[in-house]
């Protein structure tokens, strides 16, 4: 089943065809409404969408806002990069290529608050590209091309940053570490690193090199995917040291 959300309000589904170029995905917590479903935030059509085995939800997207070079903050989404929820259920999208936010809404999509403006001082962006949230309300944001993770309560406020592990493209919380999908700040498409820090005092747990440096997932058991985005890129899939 298939729906998509975003800033207005509910309304009759328009479209049940699969997202044309997923960015990003997570599933829901247990307590949650969406607790089967998997939001995929859709680039190429800038929106929201959720698969799930429940029910349809539907919020139509506002207007998709011109593609510009670098972020200029719009009313509409327009390339959304990432999804992620709270341990309370709600849910924040990174809003993203070009509006440089991030926009919290509750599990039924009515939108609670927004925060994050283009730039490079403490909770600015420049490609907020993906987003995490552990078990005590702390947020982790990639703002790749600024080359570093911000961190923040649920309501928004700076916690703090690391700038020292380059140009971050994916996260992915795995128990007490956090794990970076990154490469050196300069082009796209280089080689990197997936990298696995301490989520509290950000410290390096340890690293290894990749070519796929765009999205990264890990698996319970330790096992790392690594994947770039173009249809011919292989994904590759590293074994943990024993």
């Not at 479903?37 to 959720?50: G, Q, R, Y």
């Not at 923040?152 to 493209?169: A, M, V």
Request: with cysteine; glycine share 10%; proline share 10%.
């Amino acid at each position: 089943m298939f729906c998509e959300f975003g800033p207005s309000q509910l309304g009759p589904p328009r479209d049940t065809t699969p997202t044309t170029r997923p960015c990003g995905s997570s599933a829901g917590p247990p307590e949650s409404p969406l607790q089967l479903s998997t939001p995929t935030v859709n680039s190429a059509a800038d929106s929201l969408c959720i698969f799930t085995l429940l029910r349809v939800i539907f919020l139509p997207a506002a207007a998709v806002s011109p593609r510009l070079p670098k972020p200029t903050p719009r009313t509409a989404f327009c390339s959304t990069t990432d999804v992620a929820f709270a341990p309370n259920g709600q849910v924040f999208v990174a809003d993203g290529y070009r509006n440089a936010r991030i926009i919290e809404y509750t599990p039924q999509g009515k939108k609670v608050r927004e925060w994050g403006s283009a730039g490079t001082g403490p909770g600015q962006f420049h490609l907020p590209h993906s987003i995490q949230i552990d078990e005590n309300g702390v947020i982790y944001v990639a703002d790749r091309e600024n080359g570093r993770v911000q961190r923040f309560d649920l309501e928004g406020k700076y916690l703090g940053e690391w700038s020292n592990y380059g140009k971050t493209f994916g996260l992915k919380l795995e128990k007490d570490a956090l794990w970076f999908s990154t490469s050196p700040r300069g082009p796209n498409g280089v080689p990197g690193w997936l990298i696995k820090v301490d989520r509290k005092s950000g410290a390096l747990l340890g690293y290894l090199n990749t070519t796929g440096t765009h999205g990264m997932d890990v698996t319970p058991e330790g096992y790392a995917l690594s994947a770039r985005p173009a249809a011919d890129q292989p994904a590759f899939w590293y074994r943990p040291a024993k």
